[in-house]
Nanobody, 126 residues
Framework: QVQLVESGGGSVQSGGSLRLSCAAS????????MGWFRQAPGKEREGVAT???????IYADSVKGRFTISQDNAKNTLYLQMNSLKPEDTAMYYC????????????????????WGQGTQVTVSS
């Protein structure tokens, strides 16, 4: 069974930085795509950044140039480095994964991701 555990959230001032981590375990297939999503109160969950097994990445326009997604395969850990944070980045951030024997979905839509962490709160004050 896949388990995803996020950490690294917190409160920072506008312009600050945070690094989120997601420890993953319980893989079944070799094609694994992972992503970071966020949900602010009263808003829909949105994709922030994704990465596939080959290391290809996709970013939401709102975070391009500020956020960087990466993974350490040896540690089975996903990261999200967030720089130049803005108040509008305030949300609960979730790590998510989908996997398959031959391919996986690496887009920003949430529905295809089967496994989710419990979330970590990021609060950016102005």
């Amino acid at each position: 069974q896949v388990q995803l555990v996020e950490s690294g959230g917190g409160s920072v001032q506008s312009g600050g930085s945070l690094r989120l981590s997601c420890a993953a375990s319980g893989y079944t297939y070799s094609s694994i795509c992972m992503g970071w999503f966020r949900q602010a109160p009263g808003k829909e969950r949105e994709g922030v950044a994704t990465i596939d097994s080959g290391g290809s990445t996709i970013y939401a326009d709102s975070v391009k140039g500020r956020f960087t997604i990466s993974q350490d395969n040896a540690k089975n850990t996903l990261y999200l480095q967030m720089n130049s944070l803005k108040p509008e980045d305030t949300a609960m951030y979730y790590c998510a994964q989908n996997q398959g024997p031959y391919d996986c979905y690496s887009g920003l839509a949430a529905l295809p991701y089967h496994y989710w962490g419990q979330g970590t709160q990021v609060t950016v004050s102005s």
